[in-house]
């Protein structure tokens, strides 16, 4: 699949084959392409969390209330920033949103589903990520990413829109 039909046809996939595990090079294949991220002055503010444990992924739901679907999911992955290595401050939150994007095509191009749930900047999120996974003060948690082979399609929908484009003035 070349980059162009990844970005057009990648959806959020909320249901997963529950007894589908992901590998242990798919996994670090997902990694590779959120530390491939492009960030604000290559500072590469992030750090990733991955979550496999069912116990763990149970317990999101009792403090997000869009994680029903962890589930299902084989597996999470937490995409954190770091503040102390934002040398560029204010940016860490695009930084991480970069790597969290990467993630979600690359895991689309191996033909996994994943959906995107936010944490930052939702206080009652981010404490639970902070409690569950004793993260420290400096470290923020910014999106949880659930992973799975698909047990649903979606089909590809043209989400341009021509009343949003501006050409030199608006």
């Not at 991220?37 to 979550?51: C, D, E, K, T, Y």
């Not at 290595?85 to 970069?98: P, R, V």
């Not at 999120?125 to 999106?143: C, D, E, S, T, Y």
Request: proline share 5%; hydrophobic share 45%.
């Amino acid at each position: 699949m070349d980059v162009i039909e990844a970005i057009a046809t990648r959806r959020s996939i909320r249901r997963f084959k529950r007894q589908t595990p992901i590998s242990d090079a798919m996994v670090h294949t997902l990694l590779d392409a959120g530390f491939c991220a492009p960030s604000a002055g290559n500072q590469r503010p992030w750090h990733f969390l991955v979550i496999d444990d069912r116990k763990l992924l149970s317990v999101i739901q009792t403090f997000h209330p869009s994680a029903k679907m962890l589930t299902e999911a084989d597996k999470a992955i937490l995409v954190c920033g770091d503040l102390n290595l934002e040398t560029f401050k204010g940016y860490w939150m695009i930084d991480c949103a970069a790597a969290a994007e990467n993630i979600l095509l690359a895991a689309h191009g191996l033909g996994l589903g994943a959906c995107w749930l936010g944490i930052y900047p939702r206080d009652a999120r981010v404490a639970g990520m902070r409690k569950l996974f004793h993260l420290p003060h400096n470290i923020i948690p910014f999106a949880a990413i659930a992973l799975g082979y698909p047990a649903e399609e979606k089909p590809r929908e043209s989400r341009y829109n021509k009343e949003r484009v501006h050409h030199n003035k608006w």
